[in-house]
Protein backbone atom coordinates (compact mmCIF):
# COMPACT_ATOMS: atom_id res chain seq x y z
CA UNK A 1 0.00 0.00 0.00
CA UNK A 2 1.44 3.66 -1.02
CA UNK A 3 0.96 5.24 2.09
CA UNK A 4 0.41 9.13 1.61
CA UNK A 5 1.85 12.18 5.80
CA UNK A 6 16.21 27.75 24.87
CA UNK A 7 18.67 30.29 24.90
CA UNK A 8 20.62 30.56 21.46
CA UNK A 9 23.67 28.33 21.74
CA UNK A 10 26.72 29.50 20.13
CA UNK A 11 29.02 26.76 19.33
CA UNK A 12 32.31 26.40 16.55
CA UNK A 13 32.21 26.03 12.95
CA UNK A 14 31.20 22.39 11.95
CA UNK A 15 33.03 19.79 12.74
CA UNK A 16 32.98 16.97 10.64
CA UNK A 17 34.99 13.52 12.51
CA UNK A 18 34.53 9.85 11.31
CA UNK A 19 33.26 7.45 13.66
CA UNK A 20 32.76 4.01 13.89
CA UNK A 21 29.30 1.75 13.76
CA UNK A 22 28.06 -0.77 15.93
CA UNK A 23 28.94 -3.64 13.84
CA UNK A 24 26.22 -3.36 11.88
CA UNK A 25 24.87 -1.07 8.75
CA UNK A 26 27.03 1.84 7.54
CA UNK A 27 30.83 1.43 8.67
CA UNK A 28 31.48 5.12 9.29
CA UNK A 29 29.54 8.39 9.59
CA UNK A 30 30.63 12.40 9.60
CA UNK A 31 29.55 13.96 12.95
CA UNK A 32 28.40 17.19 12.80
CA UNK A 33 27.89 20.08 15.51
CA UNK A 34 24.79 22.69 15.07
CA UNK A 35 26.70 26.42 14.44
CA UNK A 36 23.20 27.89 16.34
CA UNK A 37 20.13 26.64 18.12
CA UNK A 38 16.83 28.18 18.29
CA UNK A 39 13.66 27.19 20.58
CA UNK A 40 10.75 25.24 18.92
CA UNK A 41 7.21 24.48 20.43
CA UNK A 42 5.63 21.22 21.62
CA UNK A 43 3.39 19.72 19.14
CA UNK A 44 2.81 16.25 17.38
CA UNK A 45 3.81 17.78 14.06
CA UNK A 46 7.41 16.59 12.18
CA UNK A 47 6.98 19.80 9.71
CA UNK A 48 9.83 22.05 9.41
CA UNK A 49 10.34 24.90 6.68
CA UNK A 50 13.25 26.84 5.73
CA UNK A 51 12.05 30.24 4.30
CA UNK A 52 15.60 31.43 4.36
CA UNK A 53 18.90 29.86 5.55
CA UNK A 54 18.53 32.18 8.96
CA UNK A 55 14.66 31.24 9.32
CA UNK A 56 12.55 28.40 10.10
CA UNK A 57 8.85 27.65 10.76
CA UNK A 58 7.08 24.86 12.34
CA UNK A 59 3.75 24.38 13.46
CA UNK A 60 2.60 24.06 17.01
CA UNK A 61 -0.58 22.09 16.69
CA UNK A 62 -1.78 22.50 20.14
CA UNK A 63 -2.25 26.32 19.24
CA UNK A 64 -2.74 25.95 15.84
CA UNK A 65 -0.04 28.23 15.31
CA UNK A 66 2.70 28.82 12.56
CA UNK A 67 5.99 29.04 14.85
CA UNK A 68 8.98 31.16 12.85
CA UNK A 69 12.22 31.72 14.56
CA UNK A 70 15.84 32.68 13.21
CA UNK A 71 19.21 31.05 14.09
CA UNK A 72 20.14 33.45 17.33
CA UNK A 73 16.62 32.41 18.35
CA UNK A 74 14.80 35.90 17.89
CA UNK A 75 11.00 35.30 17.19
CA UNK A 76 10.47 36.40 13.68
CA UNK A 77 6.74 35.19 13.81
CA UNK A 78 3.77 33.21 15.32
CA UNK A 79 0.28 33.73 13.58
CA UNK A 80 -2.70 31.26 13.11
CA UNK A 81 -5.27 30.59 15.36
CA UNK A 82 -8.19 27.94 15.16
CA UNK A 83 -11.18 28.91 12.67
CA UNK A 84 -12.44 28.73 9.22
CA UNK A 85 -11.36 32.84 8.49
CA UNK A 86 -8.82 34.19 6.46
CA UNK A 87 -5.42 33.16 7.63
CA UNK A 88 -6.90 30.76 10.59
CA UNK A 89 -6.78 26.89 10.32
CA UNK A 90 -8.90 23.86 10.91
CA UNK A 91 -6.73 20.67 9.78
CA UNK A 92 -2.83 22.68 9.85
CA UNK A 93 -1.19 19.54 8.39
CA UNK A 94 2.16 20.92 6.13
CA UNK A 95 4.55 23.67 6.51
CA UNK A 96 6.39 24.15 3.31
CA UNK A 97 8.59 26.81 1.71
CA UNK A 98 6.92 28.73 -1.03
CA UNK A 99 7.94 30.77 -3.82
CA UNK A 100 10.25 33.93 -2.79
CA UNK A 101 11.15 33.30 0.63
CA UNK A 102 7.56 32.50 1.24
CA UNK A 103 5.70 29.91 3.50
CA UNK A 104 3.16 27.70 1.98
CA UNK A 105 0.11 26.47 4.77
CA UNK A 106 -1.44 23.25 4.07
CA UNK A 107 -5.01 22.84 5.51
CA UNK A 108 -6.04 19.72 4.74
CA UNK A 109 -9.54 20.40 6.71
CA UNK A 110 -10.66 23.49 5.34
CA UNK A 111 -9.17 22.31 1.68
CA UNK A 112 -7.13 25.80 1.11
CA UNK A 113 -3.58 26.50 0.94
CA UNK A 114 -2.34 29.44 1.82
CA UNK A 115 1.22 31.56 1.06
CA UNK A 116 2.64 33.71 4.25
CA UNK A 117 5.31 36.15 4.70
CA UNK A 118 7.57 34.87 8.19
CA UNK A 119 5.89 37.55 9.64
CA UNK A 120 2.89 36.22 9.24
CA UNK A 121 1.50 38.38 6.54
CA UNK A 122 -1.00 36.46 4.26
CA UNK A 123 -0.25 36.62 0.64
CA UNK A 124 -2.59 34.87 -1.20
CA UNK A 125 -5.03 31.30 -0.73
CA UNK A 126 -5.81 28.85 -2.98
CA UNK A 127 -8.20 25.72 -2.57
CA UNK A 128 -7.20 22.80 -3.70
CA UNK A 129 -9.38 20.18 -5.09
CA UNK A 130 -11.51 17.51 -2.81
CA UNK A 131 -10.16 14.65 -2.16
CA UNK A 132 -6.39 15.38 -2.65
CA UNK A 133 -3.29 15.17 -0.19
CA UNK A 134 -0.44 17.66 -0.77
CA UNK A 135 2.36 16.39 1.51
CA UNK A 136 5.64 18.71 -0.59
CA UNK A 137 5.90 21.60 -2.34
CA UNK A 138 8.28 22.00 -5.06
CA UNK A 139 8.34 25.00 -7.27
CA UNK A 140 5.03 26.27 -7.81
CA UNK A 141 3.83 22.91 -7.49
CA UNK A 142 2.09 20.49 -5.08
CA UNK A 143 2.96 16.80 -5.19
CA UNK A 144 0.15 14.59 -3.03
CA UNK A 145 -2.40 11.78 -3.44
CA UNK A 146 -5.47 12.21 -5.07
CA UNK A 147 -7.88 10.21 -2.75
CA UNK A 148 -10.76 10.02 -5.02
CA UNK A 149 -9.07 8.39 -7.90
CA UNK A 150 -7.39 6.18 -5.47
CA UNK A 151 -10.33 4.53 -4.62
CA UNK A 152 -12.14 4.78 -8.09
CA UNK A 153 -9.26 2.40 -9.42
CA UNK A 154 -9.34 0.15 -6.44
CA UNK A 155 -10.87 -3.51 -7.08
CA UNK A 156 -13.38 -4.92 -4.65
CA UNK A 157 -11.09 -6.66 -1.66
CA UNK A 158 -7.47 -5.30 -3.69
CA UNK A 159 -4.62 -3.44 -1.90
CA UNK A 160 -5.18 0.29 -1.56
CA UNK A 161 -2.69 1.54 -4.59
CA UNK A 162 -2.63 5.43 -4.13
CA UNK A 163 -2.53 7.89 -6.76
CA UNK A 164 -0.20 10.61 -7.20
CA UNK A 165 -1.24 13.58 -8.15
CA UNK A 166 0.30 17.62 -8.97
CA UNK A 167 -1.70 20.62 -8.51
CA UNK A 168 -0.71 24.14 -9.39
CA UNK A 169 -0.18 26.05 -6.37
CA UNK A 170 -1.56 29.39 -7.69
CA UNK A 171 -4.70 28.05 -9.53
CA UNK A 172 -5.85 25.00 -8.12
CA UNK A 173 -5.56 22.83 -11.25
CA UNK A 174 -4.66 18.97 -10.93
CA UNK A 175 -1.57 18.93 -13.54
CA UNK A 176 -0.79 15.18 -13.37
CA UNK A 177 -2.21 11.65 -11.83
CA UNK A 178 -0.96 8.64 -11.72
CA UNK A 179 -1.93 5.13 -10.21
CA UNK A 180 -0.27 1.45 -10.55
CA UNK A 181 3.01 2.41 -9.12
CA UNK A 182 3.38 -0.89 -6.95
CA UNK A 183 2.91 -2.83 -10.16
CA UNK A 184 6.11 -1.72 -12.04
CA UNK A 185 8.49 -1.27 -8.77
CA UNK A 186 8.91 -5.05 -7.17
CA UNK A 187 10.02 -4.25 -3.51
CA UNK A 188 10.34 -6.96 -0.78
CA UNK A 189 6.35 -6.30 0.95
CA UNK A 190 4.51 -5.51 -2.03
CA UNK A 191 3.89 -2.00 -1.45
CA UNK A 192 5.46 1.49 -2.19
CA UNK A 193 5.44 4.51 0.95
CA UNK A 194 5.49 8.40 0.66
CA UNK A 195 7.29 9.98 -2.50
CA UNK A 196 9.00 12.99 -3.46
CA UNK A 197 9.96 14.88 -6.22
CA UNK A 198 13.65 14.67 -7.57
CA UNK A 199 15.32 17.82 -9.10
CA UNK A 200 16.04 16.19 -12.43
CA UNK A 201 11.96 15.42 -12.75
CA UNK A 202 11.75 12.04 -11.31
CA UNK A 203 10.41 10.89 -8.21
CA UNK A 204 11.65 8.70 -4.75
CA UNK A 205 10.03 6.68 -2.86
CA UNK A 206 10.54 4.68 0.33
CA UNK A 207 9.41 1.65 0.69
CA UNK A 208 9.09 -1.49 3.27
CA UNK A 209 11.85 -1.43 5.88
CA UNK A 210 14.71 -0.78 3.77
CA UNK A 211 14.36 0.34 0.46
CA UNK A 212 14.38 3.12 -2.18
CA UNK A 213 12.20 3.30 -5.12
CA UNK A 214 13.64 5.62 -7.81
CA UNK A 215 11.41 6.91 -11.14
CA UNK A 216 13.55 8.78 -14.01
CA UNK A 217 10.68 10.42 -14.87
CA UNK A 218 6.58 10.95 -13.62
CA UNK A 219 5.70 8.94 -16.35
CA UNK A 220 8.34 6.16 -16.55
CA UNK A 221 7.27 2.34 -17.21
CA UNK A 222 10.22 0.85 -14.97
CA UNK A 223 11.37 1.39 -11.62
CA UNK A 224 14.84 1.13 -9.78
CA UNK A 225 14.20 -0.79 -5.88
CA UNK A 226 17.57 -0.32 -3.86
CA UNK A 227 17.66 -2.08 -0.66
CA UNK A 228 19.67 0.60 2.01
CA UNK A 229 23.22 -0.57 2.77
CA UNK A 230 22.71 1.19 6.11
CA UNK A 231 20.06 -1.22 7.66
CA UNK A 232 19.85 -3.33 9.94
CA UNK A 233 17.55 -4.70 12.27
CA UNK A 234 16.95 -2.78 15.36
CA UNK A 235 14.53 -2.76 17.97
CA UNK A 236 12.30 0.04 19.41
CA UNK A 237 13.77 2.03 22.56
CA UNK A 238 11.64 3.72 25.13
CA UNK A 239 11.93 6.98 23.44
CA UNK A 240 10.31 5.01 20.21
CA UNK A 241 7.51 3.36 22.02
CA UNK A 242 6.88 6.59 24.02
CA UNK A 243 6.05 8.50 20.63
CA UNK A 244 4.12 5.17 19.38
CA UNK A 245 1.70 5.54 22.35
CA UNK A 246 1.47 9.30 22.11
CA UNK A 247 0.40 8.71 18.19
CA UNK A 248 -1.87 6.10 19.13
CA UNK A 249 -4.15 8.57 21.57
CA UNK A 250 -3.79 11.41 18.69
CA UNK A 251 -5.34 9.30 16.57
CA UNK A 252 -8.11 8.23 19.07
CA UNK A 253 -8.68 12.04 19.42
CA UNK A 254 -7.69 12.33 22.07
CA UNK A 255 -10.28 9.61 23.47
CA UNK A 256 -8.83 7.54 26.60
CA UNK A 257 -8.08 3.56 25.82
CA UNK A 258 -7.99 1.06 28.08
CA UNK A 259 -4.63 -0.23 29.36
CA UNK A 260 -5.29 -4.21 27.84
CA UNK A 261 -6.23 -1.93 24.70
CA UNK A 262 -2.63 0.22 24.61
CA UNK A 263 -0.62 -2.59 26.23
CA UNK A 264 -1.57 -4.49 23.51
CA UNK A 265 -0.76 -2.48 20.83
CA UNK A 266 2.58 -1.29 22.75
CA UNK A 267 3.43 -5.19 22.64
CA UNK A 268 3.48 -5.74 19.03
CA UNK A 269 5.05 -2.48 18.26
CA UNK A 270 8.25 -3.34 20.52
CA UNK A 271 8.13 -7.09 18.96
CA UNK A 272 9.08 -5.67 15.51
CA UNK A 273 12.20 -3.93 14.20
CA UNK A 274 12.08 -0.44 13.38
CA UNK A 275 12.21 0.49 9.65
CA UNK A 276 15.10 2.16 7.92
CA UNK A 277 13.39 5.70 7.59
CA UNK A 278 11.12 8.28 9.28
CA UNK A 279 7.72 7.33 8.39
CA UNK A 280 6.59 11.39 8.23
CA UNK A 281 6.67 13.91 5.01
CA UNK A 282 10.14 14.66 5.84
CA UNK A 283 11.63 11.42 5.91
CA UNK A 284 13.27 12.51 2.49
CA UNK A 285 14.70 15.83 1.40
CA UNK A 286 17.64 17.13 -1.28
CA UNK A 287 20.05 19.56 -0.84
CA UNK A 288 21.52 22.17 -3.53
CA UNK A 289 23.52 19.85 -4.89
CA UNK A 290 20.93 16.98 -5.91
CA UNK A 291 21.64 14.68 -2.94
CA UNK A 292 19.08 12.83 -1.46
CA UNK A 293 18.79 12.57 2.31
CA UNK A 294 17.40 9.98 4.02
CA UNK A 295 15.91 10.65 7.79
CA UNK A 296 16.47 7.31 9.23
CA UNK A 297 15.35 5.73 12.61
CA UNK A 298 18.70 4.40 14.02
CA UNK A 299 19.29 5.29 17.72
CA UNK A 300 17.23 8.56 17.50
CA UNK A 301 18.31 9.17 21.41
CA UNK A 302 21.42 10.18 22.15
CA UNK A 303 22.27 10.77 18.37
CA UNK A 304 20.25 10.14 14.94
CA UNK A 305 21.82 9.44 11.83
CA UNK A 306 20.53 10.72 7.78
CA UNK A 307 21.77 9.07 5.03
CA UNK A 308 23.12 10.76 1.80
CA UNK A 309 22.52 9.28 -1.55
CA UNK A 310 24.12 10.50 -5.25
CA UNK A 311 21.14 9.35 -7.88
CA UNK A 312 20.42 5.43 -6.53
CA UNK A 313 23.50 5.11 -4.64
CA UNK A 314 24.39 5.57 -1.09
CA UNK A 315 27.55 7.83 -0.43
CA UNK A 316 27.81 8.76 3.38
CA UNK A 317 25.75 9.04 6.87
CA UNK A 318 25.27 12.16 8.77
CA UNK A 319 25.43 12.13 12.50
CA UNK A 320 23.33 14.97 14.29
CA UNK A 321 22.68 15.03 18.21
CA UNK A 322 19.20 13.94 19.97
CA UNK A 323 16.17 12.67 18.29
CA UNK A 324 15.17 13.95 15.05
CA UNK A 325 11.92 14.39 13.77
CA UNK A 326 11.83 16.53 10.79
CA UNK A 327 14.43 18.59 9.22
CA UNK A 328 15.00 20.65 5.67
CA UNK A 329 17.69 21.79 3.70
CA UNK A 330 18.83 25.06 1.77
CA UNK A 331 21.75 26.40 0.33
CA UNK A 332 24.42 25.34 3.11
CA UNK A 333 22.01 25.01 6.17
CA UNK A 334 20.63 21.93 7.35
CA UNK A 335 17.69 22.88 10.07
CA UNK A 336 16.84 19.62 12.45
CA UNK A 337 13.55 19.59 14.49
CA UNK A 338 14.68 17.69 17.26
CA UNK A 339 13.79 16.54 20.65
CA UNK A 340 15.62 17.04 23.55
CA UNK A 341 16.27 14.33 26.08
CA UNK A 342 13.40 14.42 28.60
CA UNK A 343 13.69 16.98 31.61
CA UNK A 344 13.05 15.83 35.24
CA UNK A 345 9.07 16.49 34.82
CA UNK A 346 9.46 14.00 31.99
CA UNK A 347 9.01 16.31 29.42
CA UNK A 348 10.94 16.33 26.00
CA UNK A 349 11.59 19.19 24.52
CA UNK A 350 11.98 20.59 20.81
CA UNK A 351 14.45 22.86 19.50
CA UNK A 352 15.65 23.76 16.00
CA UNK A 353 19.45 22.65 15.70
CA UNK A 354 21.33 24.77 12.81
CA UNK A 355 24.22 23.01 10.68
CA UNK A 356 26.43 24.34 8.07
CA UNK A 357 26.75 21.57 5.34
CA UNK A 358 28.67 24.10 3.46
CA UNK A 359 32.43 21.88 2.75
CA UNK A 360 30.50 18.40 3.34
CA UNK A 361 32.19 16.97 0.62
CA UNK A 362 30.20 12.95 0.91
CA UNK A 363 30.60 10.25 -1.47
CA UNK A 364 34.48 11.95 -2.91
CA UNK A 365 36.52 9.29 -2.69
CA UNK A 366 33.86 7.10 -4.26
CA UNK A 367 30.10 5.70 -3.37
CA UNK A 368 29.61 2.91 -0.96
CA UNK A 369 28.06 -0.51 -2.17
CA UNK A 370 24.50 -1.25 -2.82
Not at 215 to 237: G, K, R
Request: glycine share 10%; aromatic share 8%; proline share 5%.
Amino acid sequence: MLRILSTSVAVPTMAIAIGCSDGAGSSSFHSLDPVASSDAPLSWSADIALVSEDVACVINSFEVQIHCRDRNNLVVGVFGREGDGPGEFRGLSVVERGPNGTLAAVDSELGRVTLFDPFGKRLSETPIPGGFVPHKLAGNRLFGVDLSATYASRSPGGPIDFALAEVALTSGEVLWTRTGLSEIAETECGNIGMGWPRPDGGYVFWACARELVFLDHEDAVSATVVISPTYFEEMPNDRDARAYLYSVRHLAGGVSLPKSTTDAYLSDFRSKPKPWHLASSTALGFDSQGRLWVGTTRDRDTFSYLDIWAGSVYVETVRIRDRLIGYDLLGTTLAALVERAPGSDGIARRAIDWYSIDGLDVGSQGARGQ
